[in-house]
Nanobody
Framework: QVQLVESGGGLVQAGGSLRLSCAAS????????AGWFRQAPEKGRERVAV????????YYTDSVKGRFTISRDVAKNTVSLQMNSLKPEDTAVYYC????????????WGQGTQVTISS
């Protein structure tokens, strides 16, 4: 079992920046990949960015490419999402998720953090 705790959400104006962080903890923690998802009101959950833990290879959904950067700190078991040039359409609850080695695909989730971008 792994626990994921997010921090860093908030309210910013369009064009601003926010940094989300997620700390993972648990016994025998072995992460295969970690990611950030988001869900806006009345919309489905969207995968925003993924980082493969061992290699550092990253993936971004098209709408955030060039604006968001996902990173991980293997020693500290943390994953972060730097969000720049924020737009009102980025408003959503952002969730940290982890896919553990040998575990269920995206089997661990944080509680979510609200990100609100004002125009």
């Amino acid at each position: 079992q792994v626990q994921l705790v997010e921090s860093g959400g908030g309210l910013v104006q369009a064009g601003g920046s926010l940094r989300l962080s997620c700390a993972a903890s648990g016994r025998s923690l072995s992460i295969y990949r970690a990611g950030w998802f988001r869900q806006a009101p009345e919309k489905g959950r969207e995968r925003v960015a993924v980082v493969y833990w061992s290699s550092g290879i990253t993936y971004y959904t098209d709408s955030v490419k060039g604006r968001f950067t996902i990173s991980r700190d293997v020693a500290k078991n943390t994953v972060s999402l730097q969000m720049n040039s924020l737009k009102p359409e980025d408003t959503a609850v952002y969730y940290c998720a982890a896919h553990l080695s040998g575990g269920t695909d995206w089997g661990s989730w944080g509680q979510g953090t609200q990100v609100t971008i004002s125009s």
